[in-house]
């Protein structure tokens, strides 16, 4: 039996435990650069505040209605992720983190479920602030399904059990729309729609060998799912990234090749930060700039890719490289919105072996300095030491007008109790 368990509108959740003046009150979030909404508060939805909206089209109505707004806070957001996995992570042998804010817990052969979900709740509630839903369910899919359960219905108090065997149970998921499984989308399930498959039950009729030939495996193995037969297990081992991208749209048009050598860098650096954190190198990287196509300027896109022969994980000399590229893509006249960075053919530090012909392997001086710059930065805060070419607080950098202070990540805001 499987667990899952996320966070309640996280982001809004996120920005409600250190203003409790916010419980109660229409909030949403910001995507970057202040775009759409990306999270919002059950008060904000119960009002009609659209998910994804641009937040430009909506806001003189929002306002209106009380709505207030955030820019999103990811270190903020990433800190709190952090403390509610660390949490949930007592609960069970084995855990999955499935995203920021949603895990799966290894639940077999433990009794009294509901009681085990309404512990689950209140800890996580005490002890982060934060609102979290549980639904369990003999495979991934049915566990989700029975998240949504949880959430939905007020009589189930955030937890509920989902068990196919129960005659109840696969009356009630029969009815259920096809789009609320995990992994159907709109697009896949306006496809099934015109197969005549519209809810769970229409899926779990259908046969199975016809939905692979129609659908491909992906969809076969969700049905059986629905079924109660697990398909996807449990990954409770944290997998190595094969690429690692690191992308940014600009707070207003850059035009400067200067600038965009500094976000780049800027990029890169968070980038080098990951490899080095899962111990891996770098076979190659590439390097991406465009302008906005939703504006009517002169349109310009192109991404460059270099190789290196001796993989690496040097700042140094990545930058190095990266900057070449960005020298290579650059043509002046147009109004820049996006660039981004990408390592790509990644492998385990451990498992490397050099190129005998090319270009001298990484020394092992360089190899420290890397280290003490990552140390450094850990311990005193993301770009307290960095390279000449990443400018901190740059005129280009991310639009955030309605940025909360970061609680628990900068000692200057962290909260004061009087």
């Excluded at 219905?153 to 609320?180: C, D, K, M």
Aim: hydrophobic share 40%; charged share 20%; proline share 6%.
């Amino acid at each position: 039996m499987l667990a899952l368990v996320d966070a309640n509108s996280f982001y809004v959740s996120c920005q409600q435990v250190f203003e409790p003046r916010l419980r109660g009150k229409p909030v949403v979030v910001l995507s970057n650069n202040d775009g759409c909404i990306v999270s919002r508060s059950a008060e904000a939805k119960a009002l009609g505040v659209p998910m994804g909206a641009p937040w430009h089209q909506v806001r003189a109505e929002a306002r209106k209605l009380g709505v207030i707004a955030f820019s999103s806070h990811y270190p903020l957001y990433a800190d709190m992720s952090h403390r509610l996995m660390s949490t949930l992570a007592r609960f069970a042998p084995k855990q999955e983190i499935y995203s920021i804010d949603e895990c799966f817990l290894d639940v077999s052969g433990m009794d009294d479920l509901p009681e085990l979900g309404q512990e689950i709740r209140q800890t996580v509630l005490q002890w982060t602030g934060l609102p979290v839903g549980v639904g369990f369910g003999p495979s991934k899919t049915l566990a989700k399904l029975a998240n949504l359960y949880a959430k939905r219905e007020a009589q189930n108090q955030g937890v509920f059990t989902l068990n196919p065997a129960h005659e109840a149970h696969r009356r009630l998921i029969q009815h259920s729309p096809a789009e609320w499984v995990w992994g159907i989308g709109r697009r896949l399930a306006a496809r099934l729609r015109l197969d005549g498959l519209q809810t769970v039950g229409d899926l779990l009729a259908a046969d199975s060998a016809w939905l692979r030939r129609r659908y491909g495996v992906v969809v076969q193995q969700t049905v059986l799912e629905l079924h109660g037969q697990p398909c996807q297990m449990l990954v409770h081992q944290q997998q190595d990234k094969q690429q690692i991208i690191s992308t940014r749209s600009f707070g207003r048009s850059v035009f400067e090749l200067a600038e965009l050598e500094q976000a780049v860098s800027s990029y890169l650096a968070r980038a080098c930060h990951k490899l080095r954190q899962q111990h891996s190198l770098a076979g190659g990287l590439a390097v991406y700039l465009r302008t906005n196509p939703h504006l009517e300027h002169p349109q310009y896109s192109n991404s460059q890719y270099h190789c290196l022969h001796n993989a690496s994980d040097d700042i140094l000399q990545l930058t190095r490289h990266a900057l070449q590229l960005v020298r290579q893509l650059y043509r002046p006249g147009y109004a820049y919105a996006k660039a981004g960075v990408m390592l790509l053919d990644l492998r385990p530090q451990h498992a490397h072996q050099p190129d005998l012909l090319a270009e001298s392997p990484q020394s092992p001086r360089r190899e420290v300095l890397n280290q003490v710059l990552d140390q450094i930065n850990q311990q005193w805060g993301r770009s307290t030491i960095h390279l000449a070419t990443d400018t901190p607080n740059p005129s280009w950098h991310m639009r955030q007008t309605h940025l909360s202070p970061g609680w628990t990540t900068q000692w200057t805001d962290m909260p004061k109790a009087s």
